[in-house]
């Protein structure tokens, strides 16, 4: 199966990106019809032009807003889109990551809950095409593993709804700092932003190895020009290759640190059904993990204590359950950091059939397969043997595996 080689030469944006794979052999029909799907198609008008940047030729794509959206930019606005939308669920999923990097970047940087997020520019139709875009052509290729080279992110001022701000804008800097992409220096003599926040987004969410393989041939290749002027070529190859490289490459990013919140709080004056129903909303609402137990408390009342980990960027939504959802007048809370190895969802075929397994991502860079227990459970019932046997017979016949996400 072939890769795809994502050369920013020297930065990226989405609409380089959407204008590269077009010239690579992706059909304007695969690039629009989600959107169609999603009911968008009467808002915007796409179309790709020949151009050359400093002489080298290129597709360039061009957005054009043709209608008032009725669709509010807010995240929780457009996770809902998406998740009402009739695609496939792996291309949903990636479309929706994509999203979610950016709402979560932007609630650090504007110090709120990422589902009140308003894009802004990041919301308007022209993004809209070109994340979903580029999620559409790579889902048409299906390449084994996606690859890219370390973007540059300019210097200068550039203007916004915000106002002025520097380049690289805080959102992408927040980007790059969830997801440890590594950045080249900007040419010292160039002002502009060569990297935008959805470049930078389609790139942490849709790349495997943030570098490129040592070894590789070239089968074909498209090219996308920006909009900007630079005294060098302003483009994006997309490269279809076969790499020859072994699956250490990405061992120096597994395991990755991040930072994670915790919150905790003792409750005694509220029943088992209501903490039950409070700690299934924590789950609904995105925590890593919840754990209580029941506890003595003051007056000798029986309590529960609750701890929550969370993503950090949720804190500020989950403080708001607490005092929503249950009956405690405080809630202590830190910030830590923790170690985790990569991992993805995806299915292998195995003598039961299609079963949902995840990879995990050693440091040494081998990768262990572990069967969803709801997979187990469902075996056991149906072919009534033991679990132990099952996992056993799963490792023994699993093959192909197709990733539902990429490693994360």
Known sequence: MEDVLIECSPGISGDMLLGAFYDLGVPKKVIEQPLVDLGLQDLFHLEFKESKSCSIRGIKAKVESIGCSPIKRTWRSIKELIANGPLEEKFKQLIYEV???????????????????HFHEIGAIDSLVDIIGVCAALNYLNPNKVYCNEPMLGKGFIQTEHGKLSVPPPAVIELIRQTNIKVLSSFDSIEGELSTPTGIALLSNLVDYLQPPSKYSINSYGVGIGNLKFPFPNLVRVYKIYSFEDSSLNKQISPKCEEISVQEAWIDDQTPEDISNFIEKLRIEGAYDVSYQAINMKKNRMGF?????????????????????SNTIGVRERTQSRWILLRRRGECSTTFGNIKVKQTMKPDGSITIKPENDEVLRIQQEHKISSDEIRKKIKESSENFRAFENWK
């Open 99 to 117: 999203f979610e990097s950016l709402a979560s970047a932007e609630g650090k940087v504007h110090g709120i809950s990422c589902e009140d997020v």
């Open 305 to 325: 204590s609750i701890q929550v980990i969370l993503p950090i960027e949720k804190k500020e939504l989950f403080r708001r359950l607490w005092f929503d959802y």
